[in-house]
């Protein structure tokens, strides 16, 4: 079955420090796609990237950055010199890479706050 | 492009009461899907539709139905709500991987 593990429910961090929120998946796919997505306050779901299991290129954006493991099943994501504005609900999650329009199936997120 | 919208925005109902939540999107976009978010279990999937006049059961579909009468919309419907179903609902639409997620309803059965 496929399963997505975010072991950390909340992060606490003081503004400017390097927060890393974990992701561990399981899938008996070969091919699949991961995402993570944000829930600010405010409720909607902001969706922040997704990756396939053929690329397993680290990818930055701005403070944002993704490491892919398959050897491990991870997919981590680092906000480095966090800001009170990255707090948020955290949310990585799972698709078919070979069923377009399949559903995904999420983590049960991680909360982050960021104090100034 | 209003991309995809959700209504009501809120709602109370009392216990066995009936409603319908209305999604809509204007992507063309041939899957939809509902979520159901509850506190410390991310999202989960209630029903989905691979296009208009078909729908399928999710992870968690019991006590929900949904209808597909138009490509731009999907229904979800609760007969007899009951309090377990306090909850917040998304809808999202996609034409490949990505999902386009509703805004959400927050929805309380007393």
């Known amino acids: 079955a496929q399963k997505v593990t975010q072991a950390q429910t909340e992060i606490s961090v003081v503004e400017k420090e390097d927060v890393t929120l974990d992701c561990v998946y399981e899938?008996?796919?070969?091919?699949?796609?991961l995402f993570w997505y944000k829930q600010p306050p405010s409720g909607e779901l902001v969706f922040l990237i997704r990756r396939n299991s053929f690329d397993e290129q680290n990818e930055i954006s701005g403070r944002y950055s993704w490491n892919f493991q398959k050897s491990t099943s991870s997919f981590n994501f680092t906000i480095t010199a966090s800001q009170v504005v990255d707090s948020a609900v955290y949310f990585c999650?799972?698709?078919?890479?070979?069923?377009?329009?399949?559903?995904?199936?999420f983590g049960k997120g991680t909360t982050l706050s960021v104090s100034s | 492009n209003a991309g995809v919208t959700q209504t009501p925005k809120f709602r109370v109902l009392k216990t066995g009461q009936s409603m319908t939540l209305l999604c809509a999107q204007d992507m063309n976009h041939e899957y939809m899907y509902w979520y159901r978010q509850d506190p410390g279990m991310g999202l989960r999937l209630i029903h989905y539709?691979?296009?208009?006049?078909?729908?399928a059961k999710g992870e968690v579909p019991d006590g929900y139905n949904v209808s597909r009468l138009k490509k731009q919309n999907f229904l979800l419907g609760l007969e007899s709500a009951a309090p377990s179903q306090t909850s917040v609902y998304f809808c999202a639409s996609s034409y490949s991987l990505e999902q386009f997620f509703g805004p959400g309803t927050r929805l309380t059965v007393l």
């Open positions: 539709s691979v296009g208009e006049g078909t729908t």
């Open positions: 999650a799972l698709s078919d890479f070979n069923q377009a329009g399949t559903a995904l199936i």
């Open positions: 899938t008996r796919d070969t091919t699949y796609y």
